[in-house]
């Protein structure tokens, strides 16, 4: 034990091993509630007849903060694939949104799939991050 009280373990405190398994469950945590906010932001915004989406657009730029954010921790902690994954489908949702309007039919043009595949995305990540929490394999040392 060190002065503190505090065990050592790899040259690290045992309470920051203890604040990175919880930073990761919150990243799950509200990925997961962004993704499901977003589709519903979506699902208002192609049904409704409103002149004006404010809200719903805002929330969508907020939703790509996150994502965004969510992607560079996965790249800080040496995740590259899904790190880079996320980005690469965060672009091509930003590209894909701009044909995304009122009236907006689901059917197979490249705007529409990448705006849903992004969200599916977003979704098995935060899947993979609960699991990750659950079930932490040796891949996932770098988070602790």
Request: with cysteine.
């Amino acid at each position: 034990m060190d002065p503190l009280g505090e065990l050592k373990y790899d040259g690290r405190r045992q309470e920051e091993k203890i604040i990175r398994p919880c930073s990761r469950l919150s990243l799950a945590v509200v990925t997961l509630a962004v993704v499901m906010l977003t589709f519903l932001a979506f699902d208002d915004i192609t049904t409704g007849n409103q002149t004006g989406f404010t809200a719903e657009y805002s929330f969508l730029l907020a939703a790509t903060l996150w994502c965004l954010v969510v992607a560079m921790c996965l790249i800080r902690t040496r995740h590259f694939v899904p790190g880079g994954t996320s980005v690469a489908v965060l672009v091509a949702a930003i590209w894909g949104q701009r044909s995304v309007g009122p009236g907006t039919v689901p059917g197979w043009e490249p705007e529409y799939v990448a705006t849903v595949a992004a969200l599916g995305w977003f979704l098995v990540l935060s899947i993979w991050l609960l699991i990750q929490v659950r079930f932490p394999s040796r891949a996932s040392a770098s988070w602790e």
